[in-house]
């Protein structure tokens, strides 16, 4: 999503979404209510074949590298 240029911290890349997302979310608006927005607009594009809603069940899934 988010990618630097080489060692250089001040430069860096971002994927087409987490820059249409960041339009969407302006000082003092709340970043889940746009990603509601966007979702429901039909405006968002999903991240490995799923949209995630819910922060909580990303947390409580292992990750995909690790044995359980």
Known sequence: MVW???H?????RITE???RFGADVRAGDDP???QRRLIRDGEAMPIENHLQLNDE?????PDSGEEE
Not at 8 to 12: H, I, L, T
Not at 57 to 61: A, D, R, Y
Request: hydrophobic share 30%; net charge negative.
């Open 8 to 12: 250089d911290s001040s430069k860096f």
């Open 32 to 34: 889940r209510e746009a």
């Open 4 to 6: 630097f240029m080489g």
């Open 17 to 19: 979404s987490v820059f």
């Open 57 to 61: 069940t990303e947390e409580n899934q």
